[in-house]
Nanobody, 112 residues
Framework: QVQLVESGGCLVQPGASLRLSCAAS????????MSWYRQIPGNEREFVAR????????DYLDSVKGRFTISRDNGKNMVYLQMNALKPEDTAVYYC?????WGQGTQVTVSS
């Protein structure tokens, strides 16, 4: 079964750090670039970060550069998003995706 399952979202205070995880199954994970997107209700889904199959190249939404780091472990079929210095405007549901396959999302709320 082709599946992406995100985890790690929760309520944190501004300035905190959080790591999201995404477990992949049912496809050859190491062949695909993996991305994180986020969505606020009523808004379109927004690209956040992408890591290429070998894990040596990544790119980011400008507003998260220097704060977020995407990484992957091809041996474990996992992709991660390390988020530091979180801001209230980072509040959203975060999704991992191959671009075709999507997870169910995990809620991140940044609030004092």
């Amino acid at each position: 079964q082709v599946q992406l399952v995100e985890s790690g979202g929760c309520l944190v205070q501004p300035g905190a750090s959080l790591r999201l995880s995404c477990a992949a199954s049912g496809f050859t994970f190491s062949n695909y670039a993996m991305s994180w997107y986020r969505q606020i209700p009523g808004n379109e889904r927004e690209f956040v970060a992408r890591v290429w199959p070998a894990g040596d190249t990544s790119d980011y939404l400008d507003s998260v550069k220097g704060r977020f780091t995407i990484s992957r472990d091809n041996g474990k079929n996992m992709v991660y998003l390390q988020m530091n210095a979180l801001k209230p405007e980072d509040t959203a549901v975060y999704y991992c995706s191959t671009g075709v396959i999507w997870g169910q999302g995990t809620q991140v709320t940044v609030s004092s």
